[in-house]
């Protein structure tokens, strides 16, 4: 039996792995989070700049952003003593102290950060070398008329490796997203497995109902506008936890391009934040999208990650899976995935 060493306990994938979107801090704001069994703290600096710390103070281990923090210019003071530390976590000044003792200067770690495409991502790394740079941008990130993202966020009890498998499993279209898959195909290289897809919405196909959603997702399934639409996906996992989508749709009543982006990030063992994110705008330059359209789009892709979660949020995850001709690459996406778990 293959033990795989994302299955070890205590172990998390090495990359780069989304916190937050930048629209949810503010300059000089300081927000708590908890990822990887671990605390810690990201504050807006007034140049714009995003740090995240460990979040308890070396010096007598209150939380920097108790009280809501201090941000001082790019720098976060501690709300217990003054103790001041900049982006990289250097101690640069303590109030009331003639000099910093040498042993405080680098006691407190800075964890290495992009902002890039409207998201602030950490990288994670247990071995501490230097981040590696494979996310690429997203083009229409930014530009007019696509607006910023619209998400959710979910905590769920899951494994990351099963969220990571979907990109590989062909054969749960037809049975948890009610669609049929006219195409399908995966591309590895050794940062990224891509799915390039046509699935074609099926009023008549199985299909999973995720609790509590603002619309009747069987209704919207079975609109005529939407099963005779051209659609077309690519699905990019760059890295162990994010997700870049891009799809286009043509269709008899409203013809549109989108982004998602997808993102698990590790709170301990049983629990992950799960998130998707929509941007989408009209392929007709001259031509508007309708703003119900514009509303209920992003309501939808977020049910579709939502059916995903329902089968997620209770299955077991089998090390050695009976497996059958018609299943996708399940084998050589665990490998790849593992590879982010190993010494490097």
Same mark, same amino acid.
Request: proline letters at 7%; hydrophobic letters at 35%.
């Given at each position: 039996? =293959?033990?795989?060493?994302?299955? #070890? $306990? %205590?172990?998390?994938?090495?990359?780069? =792995?989304?916190?937050?979107?930048?629209?949810?801090?503010?300059?000089?704001?300081?927000?708590?989070?908890?990822?990887?069994? =671990?605390?810690?703290?990201?504050?807006?600096?007034?140049?714009?700049?995003?740090?995240?710390?460990?979040?308890?103070?070396?010096?007598?281990?209150?939380?920097?952003?108790?009280?809501? %923090?201090?941000?001082?210019?790019?720098?976060?003071?501690?709300?217990?003593?003054?103790?001041?530390?900049?982006?990289?976590?250097?101690?640069?000044?303590?109030?009331?102290?003639?000099? !910093?003792?040498?042993?405080?200067?680098?006691?407190?770690? %800075?964890?290495?950060?992009? @902002?890039?495409?409207?998201?602030?991502?950490?990288?994670?790394?247990?071995?501490?070398?230097?981040?590696?740079?494979?996310?690429?941008?997203?083009?229409?990130?930014?530009?007019?008329?696509?607006?910023?993202?619209?998400?959710?966020?979910?905590?769920?009890?899951?494994?990351?490796?099963?969220?990571? @498998?979907?990109?590989?499993?062909?054969?749960?279209?037809?049975?948890?997203?009610?669609?049929?898959?006219? $195409?399908f195909e995966n591309?590895?290289? #050794?940062?990224?497995?891509?799915?390039?897809?046509?699935?074609?919405? *099926?009023?008549?196909?199985?299909?999973?109902?995720?609790?509590?959603?603002?619309?009747?997702?069987?209704?919207?399934? $079975? *609109?005529?506008?939407?099963?005779?639409?051209?659609?077309?996906?690519?699905?990019?996992?760059?890295?162990?936890?994010?997700?870049?989508?891009?799809?286009e749709s043509v %269709?008899?009543?409203?013809?549109?391009?989108?982004?998602w982006v997808n993102?698990?990030?590790?709170?301990?063992?049983?629990?992950?934040?799960?998130?998707?994110?929509?941007?989408? $705008?009209?392929?007709?330059?001259?031509?508007?999208?309708?703003?119900?359209?514009?509303?209920?789009?992003?309501?939808?892709?977020?049910?579709?990650?939502?059916?995903?979660?329902?089968?997620?949020?209770?299955?077991?995850?089998?090390?050695?899976? !009976?497996?059958?001709?018609? *299943?996708?690459?399940?084998?050589?996406?665990?490998?790849?995935?593992? =590879?982010?778990?190993?010494?490097?």
């Open positions: 039996m =293959h033990k795989y060493a994302y299955l #070890e $306990s %205590g172990r998390y994938a090495r990359g780069w =792995h989304i916190m937050l979107l930048s629209q949810e801090i503010s300059v000089g704001e300081v927000k708590k989070l908890h990822y990887f069994e =671990h605390d810690f703290v990201a504050y807006r600096g007034e140049s714009g700049r995003v740090a995240i710390l460990d979040a308890h103070c070396p010096h007598l281990g209150a939380n920097l952003a108790s009280g809501e %923090g201090r941000v001082v210019g790019d720098t976060l003071a501690c709300p217990f003593h003054g103790w001041t530390f900049d982006p990289d976590g250097t101690c640069v000044d303590i109030p009331y102290a003639s000099k !910093i003792p040498d042993n405080a200067v680098n006691a407190l770690k %800075g964890w290495p950060v992009i @902002e890039k495409n409207g998201f602030i991502a950490l990288w994670y790394d247990a071995e501490y070398p230097q981040p590696l740079d494979y996310l690429p941008d997203i083009p229409a990130w930014g530009h007019a008329n696509w607006g910023d993202w619209v998400f959710s966020r979910s905590r769920i009890r899951a494994k990351a490796c099963d969220v990571i @498998e979907n990109i590989v499993d062909i054969a749960h279209f037809p049975h948890v997203h009610g669609g049929n898959v006219q $195409s591309r590895f290289t #050794e940062h990224s497995v891509t799915q390039l897809s046509r699935i074609q919405r *099926d009023p008549n196909a199985s299909m999973i109902t995720p609790p509590n959603l603002e619309f009747d997702v069987a209704q919207a399934r $079975s *609109d005529p506008g939407g099963t005779e639409a051209d659609a077309w996906g690519d699905a990019t996992y760059h890295g162990p936890s994010i997700m870049y989508y891009y799809t %269709g008899p009543d409203v013809s549109f391009r989108s982004w993102w698990h990030t590790p709170v301990n063992q049983q629990e992950l934040d799960l998130c998707s994110a929509v941007i989408v $705008s009209s392929l007709n330059t001259t031509q508007p999208l309708p703003e119900d359209f514009i509303s209920m789009y992003p309501k939808m892709a977020h049910a579709a990650f939502g059916q995903d979660v329902e089968i997620w949020k209770d299955k077991v995850y089998r090390a050695n899976p !009976i497996l059958c001709d018609g *299943d996708g690459p399940i084998a050589k996406l665990r490998r790849w995935y593992e =590879h982010f778990y190993l010494p490097r």
